[in-house]
């Protein structure tokens, strides 16, 4: 619900804003009350309620709507969240930057990396950024895309290296490779020392999926489509590398790993590449950065080393 006809300009909005408002947004969404909310921030629910009102009418929006169980959240309030979040992220980041300072460093870099993303790029990137810029201090997160992503949005993270489906405004993409696929299975499989394979074949045999959704997962069930051939029985999902390959090379069952991953167990005799060459391969892999955020000079250095 619109609250004033114009909305205020950014000078209006800097000199309005204060940082205790956007922790009672964040503190609202989290506990569900406004009650709540004011106790976890040593408030008085007066108080906090007549912060809200000022949060609102500095916005020019209203953030939630108001319920019998309590206040639930609108768009607008899920836009200013978003935001609200990320203001939070940057000034944690930006503590972290001055404690790594006090300790002696020049700076920091936090890098989010998918699980399935090929490591061969970002390791080359990362020994290249430690020898040239000693003194930096780094920090490697690895998760799920959505994991990922969420703390990209709140500013915990720089850059984000892999694939990542549906990206649009307010990132920016930059492809690195794109990689073909590689179908694995223990050392000791049936299959495994057969020359050539028929994907009838490989279908007769339990499955290692990751989550549907996933550039893999896609991939991989694309290659069943055009062999019109239902997914096996005993399908088992997971988001998890390690989990695949532990399964794997446990069982008799088959999975998907990105090539560059896929050899890297196999020179280690964890895993067998399979004799089956896949007619899909994983869409474009890269670095993610939010468009609407100037740039640290050393996320853009190590962007150019990366993509160099």
């Not at 836009?79 to 002696?104: I, W």
Request: aromatic share 4%; hydrophobic share 40%; with cysteine.
């Amino acid at each position: 619900m619109v609250m004033s006809a114009s909305a205020p300009n950014l000078n209006q909005l800097l000199n309005r804003l204060r940082l205790r408002q956007l922790a009672l947004l964040v503190s609202i969404q989290d506990c569900g009350t406004l009650g709540a909310a004011s106790k976890q921030l040593g408030m008085t629910q007066p108080a906090a309620t007549k912060m809200l009102a000022e949060l609102e009418n500095t916005l020019g929006h209203k953030l939630f709507e108001r319920t019998g169980k309590g206040l639930k959240i609108n768009e607008a309030g899920r836009q200013a969240l978003l935001s609200f979040k990320g203001v939070r992220g940057t000034l944690e980041k930006l503590q972290n930057e001055l404690h790594e300072m006090q300790q002696g460093h020049s700076g920091r870099l936090s890098v989010g990396s998918l699980m399935a993303a090929s490591p061969t790029h970002l390791t080359l990137a990362l020994v290249k950024i430690q020898k040239e810029r000693p003194h930096l201090s780094l920090q490697v997160e690895v998760g799920t895309s959505e994991h990922l992503m969420a703390m990209l949005d709140e500013g915990l993270l720089d850059v984000v290296i892999g694939r990542v489906p549906n990206f649009a405004d307010p990132y920016h993409f930059r492809p690195l490779a794109k990689e073909p696929i590689s179908l694995v299975s223990a050392i000791s499989h049936p299959l495994g020392k057969s020359k050539k394979l028929t994907f009838e074949r490989l279908s007769q045999y339990s499955w290692v999926l990751p989550p549907i959704g996933t550039p893999m997962r896609e991939a991989i069930d694309n290659e069943f489509f055009i062999h019109h051939t239902l997914l096996p029985k005993g399908l088992l999902e997971t988001s998890s590398t390690m989990i695949t390959v532990h399964l794997v090379s446990k069982t008799h069952m088959i999975a998907g790993l990105p090539q560059s991953v896929a050899l890297g167990f196999q020179k280690h005799q964890m895993l067998k590449i399979l004799a089956y060459k896949l007619d899909q391969s994983l869409a474009s892999y890269g670095s993610v950065v939010r468009a609407d955020r100037p740039l640290s000079k050393q996320t853009e250095h190590f962007l150019n080393l990366l993509h160099r």
